[in-house]
């Protein structure tokens, strides 16, 4: 999907499940002047109320379970779950540890999984873009 | 008065991390602050009874993601420790440049996110941007951003020769001289000095008492740095710690501004002082099973980390423990939090440069 096709801004909510910072600070990174994905619109909003899409890194353990059922349950239809990283996706190194439950997808539906340990700015970008196409097609869908 | 009780976090928009704190409120003045941990808890520590002692560096490593290098470092050294294995110089300077360059780039992350926090975003940016040109050097010598796996039991696995050693130096130069004016914007913009000059004020019996650990001592005008000890070779550097003596937000921030332009100062030196021996030997080969126990310390970014390994001649080994900095720095914060505004908040968790991955591991 080319970037002029954007015809919305995406705004994204960004939740730390159990990871390590490593993927927290690319996700961070992402907005700053290297990468500034701003320019296109995409902000980092502290709401989950005026969120699009779910960013979650790191994986689910016993406690925040809830926390990231209640993000994604306060977010306004149409929207989406962006795992970003190992940890996100399966659980990553961290899989066999004790109080590790596995992926996000898990607790809620995800729609694009980002790769990497840590996952570089450019896939979570990537995964973003990907992120707006589902978000594009479930619109439609809901219309 | 009616007290109220305001709870803050997980998610919150001041805190890169999970970290819920209750604050019990009079009014606008923050009079208990009760905090509750275990969102980011993984039983890191326990997966050494999973994961064998050569692989278990790699999960050291993601305690944090911001202090990786010195968490991989502190493990390899530990475990070099235990098994009596002799590192070659060379690997052992590599560490400390490479160490130095963390402490860099955590800083620089820290003011950026601080700066974020007292509403100063332009800050944040010019911060950011400063950091990237290290990450490019760390992707340059070790292949990583964040997560760089250099280190293994035994040395490091990769050499910087020695013209891009000098390269590295001139670069860190030229960052230096353009974060001067940041450097000066945080030390003397009047709008900064309003925010944080008074607020959240450590007192150095306090600090003390509270056993406050790296930057947060130091701004409170105690002289504590495990670089100090000489140990991890800088004894042969020209080494004071950054000291400040008003123990408020300010000198916590302007301690680290300060230690950006020494650690580039550190990583000069040392360049200067290793021997010119590009192409000697790394790492050697380690062989066994490892068996005893011990401790170990570095200066993290935030602070003392001690490890604590015990090993039992099997592959795996049976226990190993980090005390990392942030949760040395946490009494201190309720501390301060206690007497403060609402608004001050923020300003006051964010000082005390929270990990809390690296504190619940």
């Known amino acids: ?143 | 008065m009616k007290r109220t009780v305001v709870p803050m976090g997980p998610q919150h928009p001041v805190l890169p991390e999970p970290i819920v704190l209750d604050l019990v409120l009079e009014d606008e003045k923050v009079v208990d602050a009760i905090p509750t941990i275990g969102y980011i808890h993984r039983g890191l520590e326990a997966l050494v009874e999973r994961v064998e002692y050569t692989e278990f560096g790699y999960v050291v490593e993601r305690i944090c993601g911001i202090c990786s290098f010195m968490h991989g470092m502190g493990y390899a050294v530990a475990m070099e420790e235990i098994m009596a294995v002799e590192v070659p110089e060379r690997a052992r300077w590599l560490r400390l440049i490479w160490a130095e360059m963390s402490r860099i780039h955590s800083h620089l992350l820290w003011l950026g996110l601080g700066a974020d926090a007292f509403g100063f975003e332009n800050l944040f940016m010019h911060c950011w941007r400063t950091r990237e040109e290290v990450l490019d050097i760390f992707e340059k010598t070790t292949g990583g951003r964040i997560i760089f796996s250099v280190n293994r039991i035994g040395g490091v696995r990769r050499d910087i020769s020695d013209t891009e050693l000098a390269a590295i130096v001139e670069k860190l130069q030229q960052l230096g001289a353009g974060f001067a004016a940041t450097a000066r914007i945080f030390e003397t913009d009047p709008s900064i000095r309003h925010r944080l000059s008074g607020v959240g004020i450590l007192s150095r019996e306090d600090a003390h008492a509270v056993d406050a650990v790296g930057p947060m001592a130091r701004a409170s005008g105690i002289r504590m740095d495990t670089r100090l000890t000489g140990t991890h070779l800088y004894d042969r550097l020209d080494f004071e710690p950054v000291l400040e003596t008003a123990g408020d937000c300010l000198a916590r921030v302007v301690v680290r501004v300060r230690e950006i332009s020494q650690s580039i100062d550190l990583i000069r030196q040392a360049v200067d002082r290793m021997p010119k021996a590009e192409g000697a030997p790394i790492e050697v080969k380690v062989r066994g099973l490892p068996t005893g126990e011990v401790f170990e310390r570095l200066e993290q970014p935030r602070g003392e980390v001690i490890y604590y390994i015990k090993a039992n001649g099997t592959k795996y080994l049976e226990r190993f423990r980090a005390r990392t900095p942030t949760f040395a720095n946490i009494p201190a914060m309720i501390k301060l939090v206690k007497g403060c505004d609402l608004a001050d908040v923020p300003n006051i968790i964010m000082t005390i440069d929270p990990c809390i991955s690296c504190t619940e591991r």
Request: charged residues 20%.
């Open chain 1, 1 to 143: 999907m080319p970037m002029s096709l954007f015809k919305r801004s995406p705004w994204i909510l960004h939740y730390d499940g159990s990871s390590c910072n490593g993927c927290d600070i690319e996700v961070l990174a992402c907005l700053t002047p290297l990468y500034d994905v701003e320019r296109f619109g995409v902000v980092n909003t502290g709401n989950p109320k005026h969120a699009d899409i779910l960013l979650v890194t790191g994986s689910v353990n016993e406690r925040n379970i809830e926390i990231i059922q209640n993000l994604y349950r306060q977010m306004p239809d149409p929207k989406v779950v962006v795992a970003v990283g190992a940890c996100a996706c399966s659980g990553g190194i961290f899989a066999r540890a004790y109080n590790i439950q596995g992926g996000i997808d898990q607790v809620v539906p995800v729609d694009v999984y980002v790769p990497g340990c840590a996952a570089r700015p450019e896939s979570i970008i990537d995964g973003v873009v990907s992120g707006i196409a589902a978000l594009e097609q479930k619109r439609k869908r809901s219309a």
